[in-house]
């Protein structure tokens, strides 16, 4: 149960710091009138069960037996669920 509690912690943890950078970036850019923007993917693997967080265009794939499956999705600022 503990373990349980720790990775649920941690899943939580690492939602709340990437989207605090992802704001803090995203207003920052804005006020300049930048382009850029954030990117950091995040893949955790404890006691056989994946964990990932993303943030920006970075792409989590996973490739199994020849087969590429994407398992996350880019974040991009003309994504229409992103506001």
Do not use: W
Request: net charge negative; hydrophobic share 45%.
């Amino acid at each position: 149960m503990k373990r349980l509690y720790a990775l649920l912690l941690l899943n939580q943890l690492c939602s709340i710091v990437f989207q605090e950078v992802d704001n803090e970036f995203l207003n920052m850019a804005r006020t300049s009138m930048l382009g850029d923007g954030t990117t950091c993917l995040l893949a955790l693997i404890v006691n056989c069960r994946l964990t990932i967080a993303n943030l920006g265009d970075s792409t989590a794939i996973l490739i199994r037996n020849n087969q590429l499956l994407e398992l996350t999705s880019d974040q991009v600022p003309t994504r229409i669920d992103e506001y």
